[in-house]
């Protein structure tokens, strides 16, 4: 079983839709979780970091963390073409360098 | 702009050749990371180091070797190259605190 678990997708959706992603994780030392969107042949960018459990907003995106399920979500309102790329999520615990990702969503916004 | 930098974008090698991906970083981070992304696996962690002077084993390190050469320098080197070692491969910085920042990425295809 992999640490972090992520849909593949694709996720496809028309614009102006609410967009929900998720990722199950099986360390329960995992404390900082992250979100990040990497357009295509493009490095991965930071688009939300949280850490324990809650949520947290910026703009249109909305990062929820519910440790006692170990799930993590990524909400996205509003959704624009401008969105479709891949989301990974990722996590670490609060000792470690390392962090562990999850293999990506990817999303299409149709206008 | 400030970032992380990375080279070559693109190479291809033949069986048993080796060659050296280079990182560079501008940010200040102390720590500096090389990753492999393939499809359906996700990100995966070849080495890293925590800070200058220290290199660690990731999750693929077979294969491969690393040098920090100093605080901004994070080089990749594979010493004899097999096609399993086709991926794209990108580098990343980060002070901890925060999540990490990639470089654009190297698409290595080993024939």
């Known amino acids: 079983q992999k640490e972090v678990e992520q849909d593949p997708g694709p996720l496809s959706v028309p614009e102006g839709a609410i967009v929900s992603l998720n990722c199950t994780y099986s360390n329960s030392a995992f404390q900082y979780f992250m979100w990040y969107r990497q357009y295509s042949r493009k490095g991965p960018e930071l688009l939300m970091y949280?850490?324990?459990?809650g949520n947290k907003e910026d703009g249109r995106f909305t990062a929820q963390v519910d440790k006692s399920s170990k799930y993590i979500s990524l909400f996205i309102r509003d959704s624009q073409p401008s969105d479709s790329a891949t989301y990974l999520c990722a996590m670490k615990d609060t000792g470690g360098f390392k962090t562990i990702f999850g293999a990506g969503t990817r999303l299409f916004v149709k206008a | 702009n400030a970032g992380v930098t990375q080279t070559p974008k693109f190479q291809v090698l033949k069986t048993g050749q080796s060659m050296t991906l280079q990182c560079a970083q501008d940010?200040?981070?102390?720590?500096m990371y090389w990753y492999r992304q393939d499809p359906g696996m996700g990100l995966r962690l070849i080495y890293y180091?925590?800070?200058?002077?220290?290199?660690d084993k990731g999750e693929v390190p077979n294969g491969y070797n690393v040098s920090r050469l100093n605080k901004r320098e994070f080089s990749l080197r594979l010493e004899s190259a097999a096609p399993s070692q086709t991926s794209v491969y990108f580098c990343?910085?980060?002070?901890?605190?925060?999540?990490?920042?990639f470089g654009s990425g190297t698409r290595l295809t080993v024939v």
């Open positions: 990343a910085s980060s002070d901890w605190e925060n999540g990490y920042t």
């Open positions: 940010m200040n981070h102390n720590s």
């Open positions: 949280t850490y324990s459990s």
């Open positions: 180091s925590a800070s200058e002077g220290t290199t």
